[in-house]
């Protein structure tokens, strides 16, 4: 059965640091697109970064300019897992976050809802002092 389970998320301090994890049954991690999308109460839910397949060039990823030098996307293939390293939170990043599989397994990756088809249960974030 295909299913993402998240894990990871909570409260924290602004500056403080969270990791998500977004562990993969039914398929391979590295065989698809990942994405982690979030949502904050009242707004549309946006992609924060993304993680391509793997190819013989390797993996690429992509970050929305407001994340970008402060979350880190990786991959453990072994585990099946993605993770999100979240540094120097801001209460703007407070959210319910979500991962999700990516329609294909291409070596680039872009973060619209629409090229996404299975998703994770969500985590709340909360950042706040």
């Known amino acids: 059965q295909l299913q993402l389970v998240q894990s990871g998320g909570g409260l924290v301090q602004p500056g403080g640091s969270l990791r998500l994890s977004c562990t993969a049954s039914?398929?391979?991690?590295?065989?698809?697109?990942i994405g982690w999308f979030r949502q904050a109460p009242g707004k549309e839910r946006e992609g924060v970064s993304c993680i391509s397949a793997i190819s013989s060039s390797g993996d690429s990823t992509n970050y929305a300019d407001s994340v970008k030098g402060r979350f880190t996307i990786s991959r453990d293939n072994a585990k099946n897992t993605v993770y999100l390293q979240m540094n120097s939170l801001k209460p703007e990043d407070t959210g319910v976050y979500y991962c999700?599989?990516?329609?294909?397994?291409?070596?680039?990756?872009?973060?619209?809802?629409?090229?996404?088809?299975?998703w994770g249960q969500g985590t709340q974030v909360t950042v706040s002092s």
């Open positions: 039914g398929f391979s991690v590295d065989s698809y697109v």
């Open positions: 999700a599989r990516g329609l294909y397994g291409n070596n680039w990756c872009i973060r619209e809802r629409h090229q996404y088809d299975y």
